[in-house]
């Protein structure tokens, strides 16, 4: 089945250590998304990709970097993660550009814990 | 007037009962709306895209108001199975933000 997978599911990771999350689809999607999503709030874009335009969101740390090396993949790398980036990192896909009606499918989400 | 919208709830209803919930929206030039649902400690799934005609799908029909700006969600005969947060998500123009509701819980009891 076409899908978004997200790689690890659950990441702990102590205070300073970089971690990277990756995110790959199977749907041949134009653009992917990196959203935080942290307890009862709704999720928090960080960035996306359309094909290889990057585009941050204003609000996005310096802290959060993000890469994509082909359609298929996209990371996410936290330099120096910081007690308040544990959250839920969820990576999502669209055929097309935000706004329009391109709806976004979702990967499960990577956990992540910062000791 | 935050950009988007929604009661948090929880909103509790008995199994097989009726609950309409709606998100309100302030940009008037939005184009696009979506339902998603998501289970506790899952992902976001889309549920419905909302048509500017209205779209049903099974006991899920989706209303949108663009003269007052909000969107609706009515679910019929409710299950167990809907108890979940329900997100709302409205896009703006073409490379415009995508902006999330916060989400309602909903409760279906026993």
């Given at each position: 089945?076409?899908?978004?997978?997200?790689?690890?599911?659950?990441?702990?990771?102590?205070?300073?250590?970089?971690?990277?999350?990756?995110?790959?689809?199977?749907?041949?999607?134009?653009?992917?998304?990196?959203?935080?999503?942290?307890?009862?709030?709704?999720p928090?874009?960080?960035?996306?990709?359309?094909?290889?335009?990057?585009?941050?969101?204003?609000?996005?740390?310096?802290?959060?970097?993000s890469?994509?090396?082909?359609?298929?993949?996209?990371?996410?790398?936290?330099?120096?993660?910081?007690?308040?980036?544990?959250?839920?990192?969820?990576?999502?896909?669209?055929?097309?550009?935000?706004?329009?009606?391109?709806?976004?499918?979702?990967?499960?989400?990577?956990?992540?814990?910062?000791? | 007037?935050?950009?988007?919208?929604?009661?948090?709830?929880?909103?509790?209803?008995?199994?097989?009962?009726?609950?309409?919930?709606?998100?309100?929206?302030?940009?008037?030039?939005?184009?696009?709306?979506?339902?998603?649902?998501?289970?506790?400690?899952?992902?976001?799934?889309?549920?419905?895209?909302?048509?500017?005609?209205?779209?049903?799908?099974?006991?899920?029909?989706?209303?949108?108001?663009?003269?007052?700006?909000?969107?609706?969600?009515?679910?019929?005969?409710?299950?167990?199975s809907?108890?979940?947060?329900?997100?709302?998500?409205?896009?703006g123009?073409?490379?415009?933000?995508?902006?999330?509701?916060?989400g309602?819980?909903?409760?279906?009891?026993?």
């Amino acid at each position: 089945d076409a899908m978004v997978i997200q790689n690890p599911r659950y990441q702990v990771t102590q205070f300073g250590k970089p971690v990277t999350l990756s995110c790959s689809q199977t749907l041949n999607h134009n653009v992917m998304y990196w959203y935080q999503q942290k307890s009862s709030q709704a999720p928090k874009l960080l960035f996306h990709y359309y094909d290889k335009d990057f585009n941050n969101e204003a609000d996005t740390p310096d802290n959060f970097q993000s890469r994509r090396p082909n359609t298929s993949f996209c990371f996410l790398d936290i330099r120096s993660p910081g007690l308040g980036d544990a959250a839920m990192y969820l990576c999502a896909t669209s055929r097309g550009p935000t706004g329009g009606a391109y709806e976004q499918y979702f990967g499960p989400g990577t956990r992540l814990t910062v000791t | 007037r935050k950009e988007v919208e929604q009661d948090p709830g929880p909103f509790n209803v008995p199994e097989g009962a009726t609950v309409a919930f709606n998100c309100t929206y302030s940009n008037s030039a939005s184009q696009s709306f979506f339902w998603y649902r998501q289970d506790c400690r899952k992902e976001p799934k889309l549920l419905m895209s909302v048509y500017s005609s209205g779209n049903e799908d099974g006991r899920f029909t989706a209303q949108l108001n663009r003269a007052s700006q909000y969107i609706s969600l009515l679910i019929r005969d409710s299950k167990l199975s809907d108890s979940a947060t329900y997100l709302c998500v409205v896009n703006g123009r073409r490379d415009d933000k995508i902006i999330f509701g916060k989400g309602t819980r909903l409760h279906i009891l026993p």
